[in-house]
């Protein structure tokens, strides 16, 4: 809490410094890219002057300071903490309130009732809101208001309601427009007003009052437990519509001041919302890399995603003038998506504080700023009230086109649109800051006549004051009497069961307290009084039926199953990866209403299987070791996926009787309640003996990497105990607050150690036992091991991969670290290689093609040592050489012995220690030698045995020790 009060100091910081910013008249014009000409300039300072010219009278004389802006904050501040919490009761939502007490004060102030009341210095604080730079509300307040928007969606529900809500941001505004400047030139055109008003001008307004702002309406929406699905669509066009609605804005406003570029308009669009998207997720992907490297810190992470936010729209609107508003949508979806795992999870709470503050504190300066700029800045004439009544009745029409005409496609797209949820969204469409700061934009522009400009600025604010108070305090009402806020017979029942169930254990408690002798004397009345009234439901549950209760259920399990994977993670025993993917899989299921079984998954085996293809990719030149790392890191992430999900039904199984009590209230018999039991334990067996099966077969198909992947989780399981032993020291009072801090930052630190830990470090130790075992290089010395450890290309292969053809060139040696090759010769299969046997070395030793073509019978994990590796060992230790001449020949040896008969009962191990004891001898030409051993192998060139006199090429077996050599050659002599 410490923390977030330090940052909410910081932003009000911020806020000062914006308004010290605006009285120095930094007018930065983002809107139509250029800077006002010096008559707008001019103009706008006069009125500033004009306004404030009594306010640097009460400043500051030593410093000339202009205290109005901090006195201001600080005031709405306290009013908006003093309207919530005052009028928590009052159905009227909370901005609203805010809205009208914005056009009180600006009503006090305009009539300078302020001042006869003795209240100077406030007055002077409201005129100063009441003449705000309009681009100040766009750059101060627009990035968080977005932002937390963004920040707080569903993502899963985002992205299926994301093509309808485009629908309504893009042509659907696009109809909106037309609709209210035709009937803005109808009204011209029959005489009732807007005589001055132009076609442009007719769509610039049209553009300006499309900007909707359901703030409110989206409050009111969550706050009944209306479905998320229509409070994400509202939230999600309202979004997307401010940023379409800005970008058309600066195009039409461009061609009414002279600024338009020319070019095409349309091109332009896409421009400017295209860059929009690419500079949000470019500082999006900057920020997310740089969270990536930081643990535990919620000063950087919490700042860094602040300085994010306005980064966006500041650098998109001012520097490459393309919409920020789409820029911070971008990064908000980013950071809810991709982001929310990046973020550490000790932080995460303290951020979606941090925001929720911030957009409180942004509403309350912004609503009330919005009633003063009304009440001080607007005047109504009758003419202007009647066309104001006409303009809000073609809001309403045009709301309905927009939604209406796209209709018929919107309903069939995503989640579709119930006709109950599209007249909440048509009366829910309120206009707010956005619109009356682009209205203002106008209002100061000198270049557009007076009158159209001044009944531009009425016409907005007057809409705003409207659907403020009129669809915004009805708008429960509507969501009520359409039946949007019922919970259902299910829910109703769980939660009379839950309200029983609390009051069954306070009446227990009541029981024990009587017993304690500090409080026996108590009036068990009164405290009865306190029990929770078990009938507080207002709806009545119903009678329903099992498949009712059983998909209830399911949806429950299922929001628990994700619980269960973000809590691992919190915990550091869950991957980022794993977490999105299976809580992505969890909401995809949770579309279904709970009406399909809990173990109909078709997808999580493609979760977790490695695809083939990646290991395949892993071969190419250049990028192979990309795809390697990528084929590891899937294998982890397949482990960790598997895991997480068996641990997460052993979890619902231990919870799924509690959730089962009650269901019998509306059944008929009480064996529907066991039937219901059995139906569910059914389908989370079933899941989680697939999770069992599956780690299983991978723990025997890559031991190795499951080692390690276990050895990191146990490690940060060890870590966690630690954590929470030191807390619990912490408690007792055994250790001081900075000895906490020192322990906890060691504890932190292996943590982000753990985090960084690659695959290939924990499989080093294991090629390491390899070669020490595989003849010829067991003798390595230590140095030259680490070289080959580091410079080899450590390759996993799938089932059924070919790792090497036939009569290609072997480019090096194949170690095999785990698992069986099977080889081939000509797709006859000839033998079988397992760890620590190595092939392609006596191919490197004859500078020949490869004999067979290797394939792997069970998943694979090789080190490749390739040819420049090998010229680069052998020169660094030249003594390499004829190891790996040995190595090559005990390979060749031990596929004659497999095959031979006199040693057909040793066990690889004891054909690996004889040939160990082996000696290797270079023959030269006519040389006769008499070897004494068990067998001779004729590893290179040709030689000829003394008593049978024939002639023998290699690699062959010889049936005796005594030969001559024909040419040079080697020989292996086994003891």
């Known amino acids: 809490m410490k923390r977030l009060l330090i940052l909410s100091t910081i932003l009000a910081l911020n806020l000062n410094l914006g308004f010290a910013i605006q009285k120095e008249h930094v007018k930065n014009d983002s809107i139509s890219h250029k800077s006002q000409t010096e008559a707008v300039q001019a103009t706008s300072m006069a009125l500033e002057n004009e306004n404030q ?46 809205l009208i007490i914005g056009l009180t004060l600006g009503i006090l102030t305009r009539f300078d009732i302020m001042q006869t009341i003795g209240l100077e210095m406030v007055e002077q604080a409201v005129r100063w809101a009441g003449n705000i730079d309009p681009h100040l509300i766009l750059y101060l307040f627009l990035p968080t208001l977005i932002f937390e928007a963004a920040y707080a969606l569903h993502i899963h529900t985002f992205k299926k309601s994301l093509a309808n809500a485009l629908i309504l941001a893009v042509p659907g505004i696009l109809v909106a427009i037309a609709i209210t400047a035709f009937a803005l030139l109808l009204i011209k055109s029959l005489g009732i007003g807007l005589n001055e008003w132009s076609i442009l001008l007719a769509f610039l307004f049209g553009t300006i009052i499309s900007a909707t702002d359901p703030v409110a309406v989206v409050a009111i929406l969550k706050e009944v437990g209306a479905s998320k699905r229509l409070s994400t669509i509202t939230e999600s066009e309202s979004m997307l519509n401010d940023g379409t609605a800005i970008v058309i804005f600066m195009t039409i406003f461009g061609l009414i001041t002279g600024e338009a570029a020319g070019g095409n308009a349309f091109v332009d669009f896409l421009r400017v919302s295209l860059g929009g998207v690419l500079v949000g997720a470019v500082i999006g992907w900057g920020i ?36 920020g508003v789409i820029a911070v949508v971008t990064l908000g979806i980013s950071m809810a998506g991709p982001g929310k795992t990046k973020v550490s999870p000790e932080v ?40 104001l009544l006409l303009v809000y009745i073609t809001i309403h029409i045009a709301r309905l086109g927009t939604i209406y005409v796209f209709y018929p496609l919107m309903r069939r797209i995503g989640y579709g649109i119930a006709f109950k949820d599209s007249i909440v969204l048509w009366w829910g469409g309120l206009r707010g800051a956005v619109a009356l700061a682009l209205a203002l934009i106008v209002a100061i522009d000198s270049r557009i006549p007076f009158e159209p400009r001044n009944q531009l600025l009425s016409l907005t604010a007057g809409i705003v004051i409207l659907t403020s108070l009129i669809n915004a305090t009805t708008v429960r009402w ?38 304690n002798r500090y409080m026996s004397g108590a009036d068990w009345d009164k405290v009865s009084s306190f029990l929770i009234d078990a009938n507080a439901v207002e709806e009545k549950p119903q009678h329903f039926n099992l498949e009712d209760a059983i998909a209830e259920t399911r949806k429950r399990l299922l929001q628990k199953e994700k619980e269960s994977y973000w809590r691992q993670f919190s915990m550091g025993m869950f991957s980022s990866e794993g977490v999105n993917l299976l809580s992505d899989q969890i909401d995809a299921l949770l579309d279904f209403g709970g009406n399909i079984p809990l173990s109909t998954r078709q997808d999580i085996e493609n979760i977790w299987t490695t695809p083939k293809t990646i290991a395949k990719l892993q071969n190419l030149p250049l990028v192979g070791k990309i795809w390697k790392r990528k084929f590891l890191n899937r294998l982890a992430l397949s482990y960790d996926c598997a895991r997480a999900f068996v641990a997460a039904q052993e979890e ?14 509306g059944a008929a018999e009480s064996s529907k309640e066991t039937e219901l039991l059995s139906a569910l334990e059914d389908e989370l067996n079933e899941n989680r003996i697939t999770g069992q099966t599956f780690l299983r077969n991978l723990r025997e198909k890559y ?27 912490k408690k007792q009072g055994r250790l001081e607050p900075d000895e906490v801090e020192r322990i906890q930052a060691y504890i932190h630190s292996s943590m982000k150690q753990l985090i960084d830990t690659s695959l290939k470090e924990n499989t080093e130790q294991k090629v390491a036992a ?3 075992n595989t003849p010829g290089l067991d003798n390595l010395s230590k140095d030259a091991q680490q070289f080959l450890i580091s410079k080899g290309q450590l390759k996993i292969y799938p089932e059924g991969s070919v790792i090497a053809k036939q009569d290609s060139e072997p480019d090096g ?30 191919e490197w030793l004859l500078s020949s093609r490869l004999r067979y073509t290797f394939t792997a019978e069970t998943p694979v994990t090789l080190i490749k040592i390739n040819t420049p590796t090998i010229k680069l060992l052998t020169s660094k230790f030249p003594e390499t050489k004829r190891l790996l001449t040995l190595c090559a020949s005990a390979d060749i040896a031990l596929e004659h012995l497999k095959q031979n008969e006199k040693f057909s009962e040793l066990s690889i191990r004891k054909l690996r220690t004889l040939i160990r004891s082996a000696e290797l001898f270079e023959l030269n030409e006519g040389e006769k030698h008499h070897f004494s051993g068990s067998a001779c192998i004729l590893v290179k060139g040709q030689a000829i045995t003394e008593e049978q006199d024939t002639l023998f090429t290699a690699p062959a077996m010889l049936d005796e020790c005594n030969l001559r050599s024909k040419g040079d050659a080697l020989a292996l002599i086994l003891p």
């Open 478 to 515: 509507l969501i009520d009497k359409l039946g949007l806020s019922k919970i259902g017979d299910i829910k109703a029942g769980l939660m009379m069961q839950s309200l029983q169930q609390i009051r069954l254990s306070g009446e227990k408690e009541i029981e024990k307290l009587k017993g």
């Open 703 to 729: 031991p190795d990497i499951c080692r390690s992947i276990e050895t990191l989780l146990a490690s940060r399981s060890l870590l966690n105990q630690q954590e929470e032993m030191l807390e619990r020291l």
């Open 770 to 772: 390899a070669l020490r």
């Open 348 to 387: 995460t709470h303290f951020l979606h504080e941090f925001w929720e503050l911030a957009a409180f504190i942004a509403n309350t300066l912004i609503f009330i700023v919005v009633g003063v700029v009304i009440a001080q800045q607007v005047n109504y004439t009758i003419s202007d009230l009647k066309v």
């Open 53 to 98: 010219g009594e306010v640097t009278e009460g400043s500051h004389e030593g410093h000339g300071l202009n205290l109005a802006p901090f006195l201001f904050i600080v005031l709405s501040l306290f009013i908006g903490t003093a309207t919530r919490h005052l009028f928590s009761k009052v159905p009227l939502p909370y901005t609203i309130i805010l």
């Open 288 to 323: 997310l890399s740089w969270l990536k490297k930081v643990f535990n810190d919620a000063l950087i992470e919490i700042t860094v995603v602040i300085g994010a936010a306005y980064l966006s729209f500041y650098f998109a609107e001012s520097v490459l003038h393309v919409s």
């Open 813 to 842: 040696i194949f170690i095999i670290i785990n698992g069986t090759v099977n080889y081939y010769k000509s797709d006859t299969l000839t033998g079988v290689k397992e760890i620590s046997d190595v092939f392609g070395a006596y």
């Open 652 to 665: 619902n199984q231990k919870s799924l009787s509690s959730l089962i009590i009650g269901f019998s209230l």
